[in-house]
């Protein structure tokens, strides 16, 4: 029988981020004891440290990320520690204490340049530093740790953070007219569902292994611009542009589209289609 959310002892790593305030909401929605810390509860590089925080844990979510994708070009060795040695930390912790685990990982680790969703197993090819060290950090999970869940996750956003419609939102209400870019296309997911989903993974007691979080559907990242200005109440232009016009320190993937099959395989339900979920979502993250 799949494990129960309330007979369990969930430890959320990570829990001061987007993700993690929405994954503490969850298990508290679910009835399950949790415990969150945050950074200044853990640092992840801390392997003796890691041990101790989840002793006695069934249940360990490792939401912690350098997640600052430009910075980590230039401070690499910083992302790794947290991103790489730090998930082998929480990993092996994890397993020391006979606890399944759920690593959050993300679209970075592919290169961007497929023509179709990319399956759970294609082949790993970061061109960014963040995505080296997050494909590093999904090698040290399953190295450390044989039951895990690895989520690759996208394009998130929630209401306990800095997030694109917030910004898209703000700038909209300040300028006359908003230039988007439409050559990057990926999956707007809602923090509070991959939330959700990984509860929802846990408690069907799904195969070790990776997984996809993310909506379905497609969309750029100009089409979801229009769609957060309207939610906004607002009426200002937004024009298609290219990646080129805004250079940035680290490579964007151009295509973020992450398939479900293994969802699918454990008998549980991928997040919905973006659109319908950002027009649940977009109240409570604007505000």
């Known amino acids: 029988m799949p494990p129960d959310s309330q007979s369990q002892r969930w430890v959320v790593v990570g829990a001061g981020g987007m993700l993690g305030h929405d994954l503490i909401a969850a298990?508290?929605?679910?009835?399950?004891?949790?415990?969150?810390?945050?950074?200044?509860?853990?640092?992840?590089?801390?392997?003796?440290?890691?041990?101790?925080?989840v002793a006695g844990a069934d249940?360990?979510?490792?939401?912690?990320?350098?997640?600052?994708?430009?910075?980590?070009?230039?401070?690499e060795a910083q992302a790794f520690a947290v991103?790489?040695?730090?998930?082998?930390?929480?990993?092996?912790?994890?397993?020391?204490?006979?606890?399944?685990?759920?690593?959050?990982?993300?679209?970075?680790v592919f290169d961007g340049e497929a023509g179709e969703p990319?399956?759970?197993?294609?082949?790993?090819?970061?061109?960014?530093?963040?995505?080296r060290t997050k494909a590093a950090g999904e090698w040290a999970v399953r190295a450390e740790a044989s039951d895990h869940l690895i989520v690759r996750?996208?394009?998130?956003?929630?209401?306990?953070?800095?997030?694109?419609?917030?910004?898209?939102?703000?700038?909209?209400?300040?300028?006359?007219?908003?230039?988007?870019?439409d050559d990057q296309v990926g999956q707007p997911?809602?923090?509070?569902?991959?939330?959700?989903?990984?509860v929802q993974l846990v408690e069907a007691g799904a195969p070790a292994g990776t997984y996809h979080g993310t909506s379905t559907g497609e969309t750029s990242w100009y089409e979801f611009a229009r769609r957060v200005v309207a939610s906004a109440g607002l009426s200002t232009p937004v024009?298609?542009?290219?990646?080129?016009?805004?250079?940035?320190?680290?490579?964007?993937?151009a295509y973020s589209v992450l398939g479900h099959?293994?969802?699918?395989?454990?008998?549980?339900?991928?997040?919905?289609?973006?659109a319908e979920r950002w027009g649940v979502a977009a109240p409570e993250v604007l505000g």
């Not at 929605?29 to 041990?51: C, Q, S």
């Not at 249940?59 to 401070?75: F, L, Q, R």
């Not at 997911?189 to 990984?198: F, I, Q």
């Open 27 to 53: 298990l508290e929605r679910a009835g399950a004891d949790v415990v969150g810390l945050g950074h200044a509860e853990l640092d992840v590089t801390d392997a003796e440290a890691a041990r101790r925080a």
């Open 59 to 75: 249940v360990v979510v490792n939401a912690a990320a350098w997640t600052d994708v430009d910075s980590a070009e230039t401070h």
């Open 83 to 108: 991103n790489a040695t730090g998930a082998g930390n929480v990993a092996r912790a994890a397993r020391l204490a006979g606890a399944r685990l759920v690593h959050v990982s993300t679209d970075y």
């Open 118 to 131: 990319y399956a759970e197993d294609a082949p790993l090819a970061p061109r960014s530093a963040y995505g």
């Open 153 to 181: 996750t996208a394009w998130l956003y929630g209401a306990h953070g800095g997030c694109f419609p917030k910004t898209m939102a703000r700038l909209a209400a300040e300028r006359d007219r908003l230039a988007v870019v």
């Open 189 to 198: 997911t809602w923090t509070r569902d991959l939330a959700d989903l990984v």
């Open 239 to 253: 024009e298609p542009t290219t990646s080129d016009k805004f250079p940035r320190p680290a490579p964007r993937p």
């Open 261 to 274: 099959d293994a969802l699918h395989a454990a008998g549980v339900e991928p997040i919905g289609h973006w």
